[in-house]
Structure formats: C-alpha cells, structure tokens
C-alpha cells in the first residue's frame, strides 16, 4: 500500500458537531471519487487500542486541490488531537482503498441511500461528476435527523446539474419542508418508476446500513454496493 507524507490546512465546522478537516494532497497521489485512505498521526499526543490512525473516506473529487475529510466529533484521542492541531502539522496518508466507486459505464440509473456522515464519498462523487458533466442519471436520498446536522447539503443542492437529483429527507424536524421520516420503499417509489432498475450505492452508519440493506433485499433488489468504510 502506497503512503505519502502530508500536511494539515486547516478545518471548519460543516454541521453540527461535524468538522471538515483540509490536508495538502501529495504529490503523485491518485484517486478515484469514493474511495479511503488510512490517516495518521505520527506525533499523537495521547493514544487508545486503536493507535494512531483511522480510516477516513475521502470527501473531496479529484480534481480538487486539496484532500478533504469530515467527520462527527467524538470523545477520542485521535480526533481531539486532529481537532487541536495547527496549521503545518504532519501527517500520513496511506492508499487509496476501496470499491465504493462509480462503475466504468453504466446506463443505469446510479441512487445513493445516504445517512448522516456518511455523505462523505458520495460528495466527492457527486461533485466529480457535475464537475465533469457526466451524462450518468444519479439520484440521492440523504438523511438525517434535522438541518443543521445535514453537511454538504446545500453545496450538493446548488450544483444545479440535470442529471443529479439530491433529495434530502429529516427524521426529526418539523420546520422542514420536504420529504420527512426515513427512507423507506414508499419514499423512494415516489420518485423511481421501477426500484429494481438502478444500482444502488449504501452509505452511512453500520446500522444504516444494514437497515437499508434489508430493505431492499426484501423487496427484492440485488444489485447493492455498501461502502467498506462508514465514516465513524
């Protein structure tokens, strides 16, 4: 596994109690939109079992000059230290990793079943292909539980793209307007003809995940792709 040598930029609060977290992308580093890598830090000031790394998706398309990672923050000796650090702090990536990417070619209709932070690769996905005028239909559901816990969402909404369809849904806010509750078959048949005609594409939480999982194996779609990696 390739590792290459990074530096922090900078963060900024994206949701709440989300930060995005800006690095230096190497040079020579390639990746595809979706995909992971294996962050750490060297210097870590205080460390538990699960050392000095995470894995973290990528959030930024590559065409972007910079390696972008969000993620809920929590009491943990890694993300308190990525949350104190400075500007120039040293880092390293190792990758990339992962089969949560888009397909070679398709015809078929490509949805996201989205929850929370797990919006993270598929904002570099969707942005990767308004970004290079895709001709692939993509539509996303995306979850959560009200506004202001929902990153990226305004960015992916104004991308104004015909083909990106992002379709945001809270579980728990009554000011809203737009779809509410969970995602469930009879919200994604309001906006699909045939449910078993897209690929679909499961990020978010291990217990998303699997909720939407089931759902659609009940209903008898076969073609699922789950990101290795949840964000958490």
């Known amino acids: ?33 979706g995909q992971f890598v294996h962050l750490g830090l060297p210097d870590l000031f205080d460390t538990d079992s699960e050392g000095n790394s995470r894995s973290f998706s990528i959030a930024s398309a590559p065409h972007e000059s910079h390696l972008l990672f969000a993620m809920r923050m929590r009491d943990s000796a890694f993300k308190n230290h990525l949350k104190s650090a400075v500007v120039g702090t040293s880092a390293v990536i190792s990758g990339p990793l992962g089969n949560f990417i888009f397909p070679d070619k398709t015809d078929r209709l490509i949805v996201f079943l989205v929850g929370g932070i797990g919006i993270t690769p598929v904002r570099g996905m969707i942005v990767h292909a308004s970004q290079t005028k895709s001709p692939q239909k993509i539509i996303v559901f995306y979850s959560n539980r009200t506004g202001a816990d929902m990153p990226y969402v305004h960015e992916l909404v104004s991308l104004n793209n015909q083909n990106i369809q992002i379709i945001p849904t809270m579980t728990n806010d009554a000011s809203w307007i737009g779809e509410q509750g969970y995602i ?49």
């Not at 290459?4 to 190497?26: C, H, M």
């Open 184 to 232: 469930d078959l009879n919200m994604i048949s309001r906006h699909l003809t045939d449910i078993n005609e897209p690929i679909y594409y499961l990020s978010g939480s291990p217990e998303f995940v699997l909720a939407m999982d089931k759902l659609l194996r009940d209903a008898g779609v076969k073609d699922i792709i789950v990101a290795e990696f949840f964000g958490y």
């Open 1 to 33: 596994m390739a590792e290459y040598s990074t530096i922090f930029l900078g963060s900024e609060e994206i949701a709440s109690e989300t930060l995005q977290f800006e690095f230096e992308k190497p040079q020579g580093f390639v990746f595809k939109p």
